[in-house]
């Protein structure tokens, strides 16, 4: 389960709930997320500049 704003964004098993996607759209932030041996990463990644 992901929340936004107080919201669900997102509901379902977390390897389709938890990606790049749809973590940036709650954040309102481009966020890299990635999965590796067991483990999540997030970085946050610049605005593409205007």
Same mark, same amino acid.
């Given at each position: 389960?992901?929340? /936004?704003?107080?919201?669900?964004?997102?509901?379902?098993?977390?390897? /389709?709930?938890?990606?790049?996607?749809?973590?940036?759209?709650?954040?309102?932030?481009?966020?890299?997320? /990635?999965?590796?041996?067991?483990?999540?990463?997030?970085?946050?990644?610049?605005?593409?500049?205007?």
């Amino acid at each position: 389960m992901l929340v /936004s704003h107080g919201r669900l964004t997102a509901v379902g098993p977390v390897h /389709s709930v938890i990606d790049t996607a749809t973590v940036t759209a709650a954040f309102e932030h481009p966020i890299e997320v /990635s999965y590796d041996g067991g483990r999540w990463g997030a970085r946050a990644r610049r605005r593409a500049a205007p």
